[in-house]
């Protein structure tokens, strides 16, 4: 289904950042541990792919004709932004102030980090709210990428949940997005892989906050080799 046992196997993988291998600093990356331990080779890496794009998809689709198809979309999308809940708010912290120059000066420095300790609190309670406004704007691009889906029955897509950040409020809004998505691509020619499951959220596996490291990218590309082998056998 996946590997085939003598020969290499083709497959396109389209995503974000971590599909060209950021962070990995030049260990392999997730697609090279896959590569190696499924016997696949890589044909085509389209990073910085956007859901907002997902027509594009159908194109790529008809140019690439692998049967064999990862998909690691919606990192961009599902951050646990708060910009548009907040655009009020920093209108009224930019307006000019009825304190001097010099009180300006004294303090300003005091109210940046007042103002930015209160942005990541607030992040934190109104995650059920950032949570439902991402689902709502990114659903119609979803359920446009399962008709894809549905209508390419003789290729397999691997679904790669949205990944892990570091203790940040988008790991969360994350992890509803990864279960959203396994309701959606529960698929007959569909795999879904649930990162959350069984990745660990150590700093070790961190480039930043919000980007998978060398050790990461190892436990990633292990996560879905190890899916993979699993539905193999079980078919």
């Keep these: 289904m996946v590997g085939r046992e003598n ?3 083709d497959f396109i993988i389209i995503g974000g950042c971590h599909v060209s291998g950021f962070g990995a600093e030049g260990s392999p990356s997730f697609i ?14 389209k990073t910085m792919f956007q859901l907002k794009n997902v027509t594009e998809l159908e194109s790529i689709l008809d140019c690439y004709c692998s049967d064999l198809v990862f998909l690691q979309v919606g990192n961009y999308e599902f951050d646990g932004s708060i910009k548009t809940l907040l655009s009020s708010s920093k209108k009224k912290s930019n307006s000019v102030s009825n304190s001097s120059p010099r009180e300006s000066s004294v303090f300003s420095k005091g109210r940046s980090s ?23 704007k990114n659903s119609k691009y979803l359920f446009s990428l399962q008709e894809i889906i549905k209508k390419n029955t003789e290729k397999t897509f691997v679904i ?8 940040t409020p988008s790991s969360i809004v994350r992890r509803n997005a990864g279960v ?25 596996n961190f480039y930043d906050r919000h980007h998978l490291s060398a050790k990461g990218h190892e436990q990633l590309g292990q996560i879905i080799v190890t ?9």
Aim: proline share 4%; net charge positive.
């Design 7 to 9: 020969s290499e196997r």
């Design 32 to 45: 090279d541990i896959v590569e190696s331990n499924l016997n696949l080779k890589c044909k085509l890496k």
């Design 114 to 136: 007042l103002y930015f300790s209160s942005v990541s609190i607030l992040r934190w309670l109104l995650i059920p709210v950032i949570w439902m406004n991402t689902k709502r």
């Design 160 to 167: 790669i949940s949205p990944l892990p950040c570091y203790y």
């Design 180 to 204: 959203y998505y396994k309701n959606l691509f529960t698929m007959q020619n569909a795999i879904f892989v649930d990162v959350f499951d069984e990745f660990e959220i150590i700093k070790t």
């Design 227 to 235: 899916k993979l082998l699993s539905t193999i056998k079980s078919s």
